[in-house]
């Protein structure tokens, strides 16, 4: 990611409504999905600044940081978690069958062929293992946040089923997630996109969707709508939203 990304991400990462709403969100589809179960190594690919592995250290018994940057690999070691490994999605220096669960939180729309990186996550998943991976919705979407955090592409949730099934996993979960504050969302981001279309002017890297100021007491609100989709999405797929969670199983 751009290096203002990061600086933003871990800025806001602890009381922004969207980074918290969304470790609520995706922690909880895992945990319930997971029911009793609990992975004895799980690795975080594409870990960030780390922001979800103190949720993950407590549904599994040791997780494992992993990310392309030494920046976010420093944080992570700073929070105190350790053995931290810098990696090439396409190949990953892992052995087979290494981890019982793999997360990916917003990670593989960073990556050019992200089929290559998926398969490679099944060569390291035991049998019977999960991956979790997150990643944001419908390519009219694209926007300047997006190009800012260098994603290659936005999905469909019928998109990232071809991208397991290719590698030869089977789809447990597929859900849109950020569902209930989506219909503010999606005239909010094409208005701005019309704005810039009509009104042409050079990006500014340090402005994106997440540096609009708003009151904390409003953070909290629009956190407790979004965590509360978890209602539904505990039980059932959502067939729309700003955002898509899905857990696969390795066959």
Not at 9 to 31: C, K
Not at 53 to 65: A, D, M, Q, W, Y
């Amino acid at each position: 990611m751009d290096a203002t990304a990061y600086d933003q991400f871990r800025e806001l990462e602890e009381s922004h409504w969207w980074f918290r709403g969304r470790r609520t969100v995706y922690l909880g589809l895992l945990e319930s999905h997971l029911a009793e179960k609990r992975p004895a190594r799980a690795l975080d690919l594409g870990c960030g600044m780390g922001g979800f592995l103190p949720g993950l250290s407590e549904i599994t018994t040791r997780v494992f940081p992993a990310d392309i940057s030494l920046e976010s690999l420093a944080y992570c070691e700073e929070r105190g978690f350790r053995g931290a490994t810098l990696v090439d999605g396409y190949a990953l220096p892992y052995a087979d069958n290494s981890f019982d669960l793999v997360c990916m939180f917003d990670a593989i729309e960073h990556i050019p062929d992200d089929v290559a990186v998926m398969r490679e996550v099944a060569r390291i998943l035991a049998p019977g293992g999960h991956v979790f991976v997150s990643v944001p919705a419908y390519q009219f979407l694209f926007s300047n946040n997006d190009a800012i955090a260098q994603h290659q592409r936005r999905y469909t949730r019928s998109m990232l089923h071809r991208v397991f099934d290719s590698a030869g996993l089977t789809v447990e979960r597929n859900t849109h997630t950020n569902v209930l504050l989506f219909p503010l969302i999606l005239p909010f981001v094409l208005a701005v996109k019309c704005l810039e279309a009509l009104v042409p002017r050079r990006k500014e890297p340090k402005h994106t969707n997440l540096s609009w100021p708003i009151p904390g007491f409003v953070h909290d609100l629009l956190h407790r709508v979004f965590a509360a989709e978890l209602l539904v999405s505990r039980r059932s797929d959502i067939p729309v939203g700003h955002s898509i969670a899905a857990i696969a199983t390795k066959r």
